[in-house]
């Protein structure tokens, strides 16, 4: 099981409501995948999206994404934590 952060661009004016509706519906498809959405995070002006999860691969991840309607601009995979 692996650690992966990933960003996704071009969400400028990002609201909380709406960052919470989009892991919400990260939530609603990760069993399937065997992911694990932990938390996430987002900056408005800048219009970007960072997303902490543990799953088997980034491409599980991205799987996730994608049935949620977001599809991840990067997934980085993290093997080291402290």
């Known amino acids: 099981m692996g650690t992966f952060m990933d ?8 609201t909380e ?5 989009a892991h919400q519906a ?3 498809h ?7 959405f932990e938390r996430a995070w987002a900056d408005p002006e ?6 902490l999860s543990s799953g ?9 994404h994608e049935k949620a309607g977001h599809r991840a601009d990067e997934i980085h995979e993290v093997p080291i934590e402290v």
Request: proline share 3%; aromatic share 2%.
């Open 26 to 28: 990260d939530l609603a």
């Open 56 to 64: 088997p691969s980034a491409d599980a991840v991205q799987r996730v």
């Open 46 to 51: 800048a219009g970007v999206v960072y997303c």
């Open 7 to 14: 960003v996704h661009h071009n969400m400028k004016g990002i």
């Open 30 to 36: 990760e069993k399937a995948e065997g992911v694990h």
């Open 17 to 21: 409501g709406r960052l919470r509706e």
